[in-house]
Structures are given as structure tokens and as C-alpha cells.
């Protein structure tokens, strides 16, 4: 079993819609958690962190549920502008070096 | 504004060449990392630093070394370059926390 495991996708969703991601880890020792954003032939950029309260930036909602080890991000209104690759991100330690990052969901938003 | 560059953002070498691939941060972050990105595997860590001279191996180390002897500057040496080390590498820095990445060179061994 992959350490973080991701759905390649990718989605296919039209403007406006909303679509949802999910991400699971193995290991319930993982304190921290990240979604990046990546762009075609560009480096991954931090997207969001995702706190056990879950935590919203916009358009963008991020949950954790540590009982069942997974992670979602949420896009509500999808953009164009939207469209890249989504990675899972677990850290087995706070700040940690143990970074994991899951291979990555693609999205394409279309109008 | 955090900067991650590298050194090349293509390379096209031969097989048995010594690469050096070079990445500098301007944001006096302890941590640098190389990572290695291919498709459906994302992205794996090769080596990691934590503080100048200092280096750990990560999930994927075979066949690379590394080198951090300042604090701006992790290299990532390929001693003898194979084409199983075609990919996408990614240079990244962080306090801890966040990781800022490079704009990441892509190298063909051929």
C-alpha cells in the first residue's frame, strides 16, 4: 500500500461545478498536512494546509479526518483557472522531514 | 518573496557523465531538499539537509550524492549518469513548514 494514495483522475468538470478530492495515508502517526497545487511543467506551490478543525480559503475547503486517515479538498464555483494537478501532502512529524507526497489528482476545468 | 532557483531548467547528458545539478534559496532556510518527479510515482525525495554540511538520505538515494557547504546552496551530483535517471528534479526549502520548490530541471540521459 502506497504511504499516500491519491485518484489520478483526472476530472473532467464543467465551469461552475463543484468537485471534490480525497487522499489517504498509512500512517496515523502524521501530524501535519498539505494540499499543493502544480502546474503543467511547473513546481508545486502550496495551496493550502489542513488543520483537524478543517479549514476554509474561499473557493477552498480542506478536511481531515484522522480516524479514517484521509484528507479531502473541496473546490466550490471551479474556475478555469482551476484546472492542475492537486498533490496530497503528509508530514510524519511536525515540520518534519518525512514528507510524503501523493502522486496527484488532475483537474480539468472546462467552460 | 521566497526564490528556489536552479541551475539548469533543461540538461541533456550521456550516459556514465557526472552531472552536478545546483540549487541556491535566498530565504536562509535550514532545510533543502531534491526530489525526483516521474509520472504516476510523483514525487520521491532523494536526499534531504537540514544544516550546511550536513545530509540524510531519503526514500530514493542510490546512484546520487548530494552537497550543502553553504547555507543558500544544495547540489545534487549524479556520479555516473544512467537513463533511469531521465526525470524531472525539483529542489525545494523550507523553515520547517512550507516547502518552496524551484522551477525544476529536466534531464534526459541518453
Known amino acids: 500500500r502506497k504511504e499516500v494514495e491519491q485518484d489520478p483522475g483526472p476530472f473532467n468538470v464543467p465551469e461552475g461545478a463543484t468537485v471534490a478530492f480525497n487522499c489517504t495515508y498509512s500512517n496515523s502517526a502524521s501530524q501535519s498536512f498539505f494540499w499543493y497545487r502544480q502546474d503543467c511543467r511547473k513546481e508545486p506551490k502550496l495551496l493550502m494546509s489542513?488543520?483537524?478543525s478543517g479549514n476554509e480559503d474561499g473557493r477552498f475547503t480542506a478536511q481531515l479526518n484522522r480516524a479514517s486517515q484521509y484528507i479531502s479538498l473541496l473546490i466550490r464555483d471551479s474556475k478555469l483557472s482551476d484546472s492542475a494537478t492537486y498533490l496530497c501532502?503528509?508530514?510524519?512529524?511536525?515540520?518534519?522531514?518525512?514528507?510524503?507526497f501523493g502522486a496527484g489528482t488532475r483537474l480539468f476545468v472546462k467552460a | 518573496d521566497v526564490k528556489v532557483t536552479q541551475s539548469s531548467r533543461y540538461l541533456v547528458k550521456r550516459t556514465g557523465e557526472k552531472v552536478f545539478l545546483e540549487c541556491v534559496q535566498d530565504?536562509?532556510?535550514?532545510?533543502m531538499f531534491w526530489y525526483r518527479q516521474d509520472p504516476g510515482l510523483g514525487l520521491r525525495l532523494i536526499y534531504f539537509s537540514y544544516d550546511v554540511k550536513m545530509k540524510e538520505k531519503g526514500d530514493i538515494p542510490e546512484g546520487y550524492s548530494v552537497s550543502r557547504e553553504k547555507k543558500e546552496r544544495f547540489s545534487l551530483i549524479l556520479e555516473s549518469a544512467s537513463t533511469n535517471q531521465t526525470s524531472m528534479y525539483l529542489c525545494?526549502?523550507?523553515?520547517?513548514?512550507?516547502?518552496?520548490f524551484g522551477p525544476g530541471t529536466r534531464l534526459t540521459v541518453t
Open positions: 525545494a526549502s523550507s523553515f520547517p513548514g512550507e516547502q518552496y
Open positions: 530565504m536562509d532556510h535550514e532545510n
Open positions: 501532502v503528509v508530514n510524519d512529524k511536525a515540520g518534519g522531514f518525512k514528507t510524503i
Open positions: 489542513v488543520y483537524s
